[in-house]
Each structure stands twice: as C-alpha cells, then as structure tokens.
C-alpha cells in the first residue's frame, strides 16, 4: 500500500465551474477525513466519514460543497459553482477508528479559482 | 471549542544549532498529539504521534514531550539541517475525532 493518494494534484478552473476532487485512502483505514487549508493557516477539518457514512460536517462546508464515499472506499469532494474563496489545498487523510491511531495525509489538492 | 497555537510562528536558525518549538491547546481532554512536517505546496507527513497516557516520543533526531494537563508539547529538534527547513504544524485529537490543528511554525535552516 503507498499511502493515501489524491488526484488531481492541481486545478484551475474559471469562478462558476464545478470541480471533483478523488482521494483513494490506505485500505486498511475505515475512516477519511477532508480539511482544507489557505495559505499561512493550518488546515481545518470539513468532513470525515467512517466506512461509507459521513458522521460529520464543518459548517465550512456550505451547500455548494457536497462529499461521498461510496463503498466505504475512495472519496470525491465536489464544490460546485467554484468561488476565488474556494481557493485553497484540499487535503484527505485516513485513520483507523480508534482513537489512538495517527491520521495519515495524502499530498493534496492545489485548487486555483480564477 | 479547541484552540491550538504555535509559538514562534517563523524560526531562522544556522545549521547545527539545537531548537525547540512550542505548541498550546487550550483543551486538556485529548486522546493523542501528531507532529507534522509540510513542505511548501505539499502535503502533511506525520513526524511523531504521542499518546494521552505518554510523555514523550522521540524519531532520530526529534523529540517530542507532551504534557496533557497544562496543554503543551514540543518539538525538540536536535543538530539541525538545512533540510529541516520546513513548516512544522501541531495537532491535537479530542472528542469528535478530529485533528485541530496550530497555524504552524515556519523554519528556516541556514547553511
């Protein structure tokens, strides 16, 4: 297994685009986890689901964000109609359940809304 | 809500010196700490993981202590590199399971 992987690593796409963003996580970990970080900040958690339920949602998440994990395997995170604020890397980590297990990160999305 | 602060937010050191960084949460009722290292436009890298029930871990030439009851850890670099240039970013995992993060530490390591 090579980690949590994420794809694409870049886009730029036009204010008003819809955008998909895919992150595969280490296949042992029933847990994933998005956040997304602006520049000079720390990341900042938006959702995690465990297997394929999602159990929590930041109320960053607005409802232009929408996030699935069909099967309990990979994620998508879909942000429709892009706004400059969406500008950001969006980064996906999984962990096992138990709370004294690490997460581990992928090496995230740069989204550029242009 | 939880609060996580690093202090210093910038570091500039020559290399070979010794340092420490510092990171503060304001809830003591966590379950453990994750030390990361981020690279500019990259991702996260988990340098140190420490428990609720430890007091320190340590990796090569990092160490981290943690000290749950007055909120604090740090990250003790030994013999630096410039190759340890780097933002280093604190997070703490509480109720809820989610990671809060610091804003991070921005290291710079002078040949």
């Known amino acids: 297994d090579t980690g949590v992987s994420q794809d694409p690593r870049h886009k730029i796409t036009k204010r008003g685009q819809n955008v998909t963003f895919r992150c595969d996580p280490i296949?042992?970990?029933?847990?994933l986890y998005w956040y997304r970080q602006t520049l000079g900040q720390g990341p900042e958690f938006l959702t995690y689901?465990?297997?394929?339920?999602?159990?929590?949602k930041s109320r960053l998440l607005s409802d232009r964000f929408s996030a699935e994990r069909p099967k309990g395997s990979f994620s998508t995170l879909e942000i429709q109609r892009t706004e400059q604020g969406d500008s950001a890397m969006y980064l996906c980590?999984?962990?096992?359940?138990?709370?004294?297990?690490?997460?581990?990160f992928g090496s995230g999305t740069r989204l550029t809304v242009v | 809500k939880q609060e996580v602060t690093q202090i210093p937010a910038a570091l500039s050191v020559p290399e070979g010196e010794n340092l420490v960084l510092n990171c503060s949460f304001t809830?003591?009722?966590?379950?453990?700490l994750q030390w990361f290292r981020q690279d500019p436009g990259k991702g996260l890298t988990s340098l140190l993981l420490?428990?609720?029930?430890?007091r320190e871990q340590t990796s090569g030439r990092l160490n981290a202590s943690l000290d749950k009851s007055s909120g604090r850890s740090t990250l003790y670099i030994a013999a630096s590199q410039p190759g340890d240039s780097a933002t280093y970013l604190c997070?703490?995992?509480?109720?809820?399971?989610?990671?809060?993060f610091g804003t991070g530490t921005r290291l710079a390591v002078r040949p």
């Open positions: 809830d003591s009722a966590i379950y453990n």
């Open positions: 689901f465990q297997n394929e339920a999602q159990l929590e």
């Open positions: 296949s042992e970990h029933n847990r």
């Open positions: 980590a999984s962990s096992y359940r138990a709370s004294n297990y690490g997460y581990t």
């Open positions: 997070a703490v995992r509480g109720s809820g399971d989610k990671l809060t």
């Open positions: 420490i428990q609720s029930s430890q």
